[in-house]
């Protein structure tokens, strides 16, 4: 009996009782990211898991622990893909300090867009804490062939765009090709897609022009981003235009901001997007989480009916600067002086937000508004549309489970972007070889504080957030001195 014992013993101490292989391999990884409560909307993950980071990239994900030189302890976080804002105006180091407090990974001006790509992001100049892009911007290109000006971005060190003629004169047959031109060479040039501020110049863009930009769309199968002209209190006939250009033409296209065009008629806008989709076209949506608009004073909507179009008056709308609420004296006051003022006008509802986000085809989107100091005021939508998503929808009146807002601000922004940007593809979702672009966040507290009045006031309850595989925010603070932000649309890997 001693003697099997002694063997067994000798076994044990040789084989059994050493090290497994598994422990003897295993990696030793950059980061790990222990404990957390894992959400991919991608397939439908939710459970508690570890994830590794190598370089810029998920490299492991796993039940068991994983060894690393650094280690995350993320018990009771939320670790989702970092949040994807698919319309935001503001590429300055304060406005990115803002998304970034805000769980934003990825800002992208779709909407209004550049042309050209190097002429975004041009506050940049120290480098980028958060990823960056834009569309093609053909404000920018109409400006350049109706005025042979270059005017890339909808703002600059000089202030805001000035269109003399390309917002209101219709174009000839040789401008509008000039134009074409001009927007493949944009997309060439890596623009995400085609940025059509239709609303913008309602009366320059005639039926032929639009039709060219349709035609452009369905040739590079590049989506447009189109804020669409607007009716009267909801009048769907600017969606109907551009639903049928899409279906005729087959051209990816992206309504923003839904609620503030559709306004009480946002049902029955929905179901004209779902029956198109179902019958072959390829329509997406988006929308922000607040019951205002915010744009310039001098925009052509201001220069229409707009009190009947927004149902509102002169003392629905702030002076953005000063959060005053105008009257008709200070109204016409700001227009004559200074166009290119931003204001803030409320005509918004909550129920219409309601009903936008609890459909599961709806992307949040911020339509951030341009923050160059904390001494001139915005709209909040910049500064908390994401965890006010995820703290009064989610968290406070359960509108959607936290997986269906998660998948409204990362895996459906990367679907819907990855055909034209395939770099996109590696975002959006928790996957071995995803970019490791993670925000982590604790659901409890997460929450909004910025107001109309007081707008500057950082989101709280974003713990850590990871870009490119760097750290940004360790503990809720944001890291001095990393810029782990790329200009996407000018990267040699799209």
Same mark, same amino acid.
């Given at each position: 009996?001693?003697?099997?014992?002694?063997?067994? %013993?000798?076994?044990?101490?040789?084989?059994?009782?050493?090290?497994?292989?598994?422990?003897?391999?295993?990696?030793?990884?950059?980061?790990?990211?222990?404990?957390?409560?894992?959400? @991919?909307?991608?397939?439908?993950?939710?459970?508690?898991?570890?994830?590794?980071?190598?370089?810029?990239?998920?490299?492991?994900?796993?039940?068991?622990?994983?060894?690393?030189?650094?280690?995350?302890?993320?018990?009771?976080?939320?670790?989702?893909?970092?949040?994807?804002?698919?319309?935001?105006?503001?590429?300055?180091?304060?406005?990115?300090?803002?998304?970034?407090?805000?769980?934003?990974?990825?800002?992208?001006?779709?909407?209004?867009?550049?042309?050209?790509?190097?002429?975004?992001?041009?506050?940049?100049?120290?480098?980028?804490?958060?990823?960056?892009?834009?569309?093609?911007?053909?404000?920018?290109?109409?400006?350049?062939?109706?005025?042979? #000006?270059?005017?890339?971005?909808?703002?600059?060190?000089?202030?805001?765009?000035?269109?003399?003629?390309?917002? /209101?004169?219709?174009? /000839?047959?040789?401008?509008?090709?000039?134009?074409?031109?001009?927007?493949?060479?944009?997309?060439?040039?890596?623009?995400?897609?085609?940025?059509?501020?239709?609303?913008?110049?309602?009366?320059?863009?005639?039926?032929?022009?639009?039709?060219?930009?349709?035609?452009?769309?369905?040739?590079?199968?590049?989506?447009?981003?189109?804020?669409?002209?607007?009716?009267?209190?909801?009048?769907?006939?600017?969606?109907?235009?551009? *639903?049928?250009?899409?279906?005729?033409?087959?051209?990816?296209?992206?309504?923003?901001?839904?609620?503030?065009?559709?306004?009480?008629? *946002?049902?029955?806008?929905?179901?004209?997007?779902?029956?198109?989709? @179902?019958?072959?076209?390829?329509?997406?949506?988006?929308?922000?989480?607040?019951?205002?608009?915010?744009?310039?004073?001098?925009?052509?909507? %201001?220069?229409?009916?707009?009190?009947?179009?927004?149902?509102?008056?002169?003392?629905?709308?702030?002076?953005?600067?000063?959060?005053?609420?105008?009257?008709?004296? /200070?109204?016409? #006051?700001?227009?004559?002086?200074?166009?290119?003022?931003?204001?803030?006008?409320?005509?918004?509802?909550?129920?219409?937000?309601?009903?936008?986000?609890? @459909?599961?085809?709806?992307?949040?989107?911020?339509?951030?508004?341009?923050?160059?100091?904390?001494?001139?005021?915005?709209?909040?939508?910049?500064?908390?549309?994401?965890?006010?998503?995820?703290?009064?929808?989610?968290?406070?009146?359960?509108?959607?489970?936290?997986?269906?807002? *998660?998948?409204?601000?990362?895996?459906?922004?990367? #679907?819907?972007?990855?055909?034209?940007?395939?770099?996109?593809?590696?975002?959006?979702?928790?996957?071995?070889?995803?970019?490791?672009?993670?925000?982590?966040?604790?659901?409890?507290?997460?929450?909004?504080?910025? /107001?109309?009045?007081?707008?500057?006031?950082?989101?709280?309850?974003?713990?850590?957030?990871?870009?490119?595989?760097?750290?940004?925010?360790?503990?809720?603070?944001?890291?001095?001195?990393?810029?782990?932000?790329?200009?996407?649309?000018?990267?040699?890997?799209?």
């Amino acid at each position: 009996m001693k003697k099997i014992i002694s063997y067994s %013993f000798l076994y044990c101490l040789l084989f059994a009782c050493g090290p497994s292989n598994d422990q003897v391999d295993q990696p030793i990884y950059e980061i790990v990211i222990q404990n957390g409560r894992v959400i @991919n909307p991608a397939n439908q993950t939710d459970k508690i898991l570890h994830i590794a980071i190598q370089a810029d990239t998920i490299a492991a994900i796993s039940a068991t622990a994983l060894k690393g030189e650094k280690i995350i302890d993320a018990t009771n976080l939320i670790v989702a893909p970092g949040f994807i804002d698919i319309h935001s105006h503001t590429p300055t180091p304060l406005g990115q300090y803002f998304q970034l407090k805000d769980g934003v990974t990825t800002a992208l001006d779709l909407e209004a867009g550049a042309f050209p790509q190097s002429g975004y992001g041009q506050f940049l100049t120290k480098g980028a804490p958060i990823h960056h892009g834009a569309s093609v911007g053909y404000f920018a290109i109409r400006i350049k062939v109706m005025e042979g #000006k270059d005017e890339p971005y909808i703002f600059s060190a000089k202030g805001g765009i000035h269109p003399e003629i390309a917002f /209101t004169q219709q174009a /000839t047959a040789t401008q509008i090709e000039e134009m074409r031109s001009l927007l493949h060479k944009g997309l060439d040039e890596g623009g995400i897609g085609i940025g059509l501020l239709l609303d913008y110049m309602d009366s320059a863009v005639n039926a032929d022009e639009l039709k060219m930009i349709f035609e452009v769309a369905a040739e590079r199968k590049a989506p447009i981003w189109t804020h669409i002209r607007r009716g009267v209190q909801g009048d769907p006939a600017g969606l109907e235009e551009v *639903i049928t250009l899409s279906q005729s033409l087959k051209a990816p296209l992206h309504i923003c901001h839904l609620q503030a065009n559709a306004m009480g008629n *946002i049902e029955s806008w929905l179901k004209k997007i779902e029956v198109a989709n @179902n019958n072959g076209a390829d329509i997406s949506v988006e929308m922000y989480p607040y019951t205002a608009g915010s744009t310039s004073i001098g925009a052509d909507v %201001f220069t229409r009916d707009w009190q009947n179009i927004f149902g509102i008056t002169y003392e629905d709308v702030q002076w953005s600067d000063t959060g005053e609420y105008l009257t008709k004296a /200070t109204f016409e #006051k700001y227009q004559k002086e200074q166009p290119s003022g931003i204001i803030i006008h409320h005509y918004g509802n909550e129920d219409w937000n309601r009903i936008g986000l609890r @459909n599961p085809a709806v992307m949040i989107a911020s339509d951030a508004m341009p923050v160059v100091s904390r001494d001139k005021k915005v709209t909040p939508r910049g500064i908390g549309t994401f965890s006010k998503v995820l703290a009064k929808y989610v968290r406070e009146e359960q509108l959607m489970s936290l997986s269906e807002a *998660i998948a409204k601000m990362t895996y459906l922004p990367a #679907k819907r972007l990855e055909g034209i940007a395939p770099a996109f593809a590696k975002k959006g979702r928790i996957a071995i070889g995803a970019d490791a672009d993670l925000t982590i966040f604790d659901a409890t507290k997460i929450q909004d504080h910025g /107001t109309y009045e007081n707008p500057y006031q950082e989101s709280t309850g974003i713990e850590y957030v990871f870009i490119g595989g760097k750290q940004v925010i360790a503990k809720g603070e944001v890291l001095d001195g990393v810029f782990a932000g790329r200009h996407l649309s000018l990267s040699p890997i799209r």
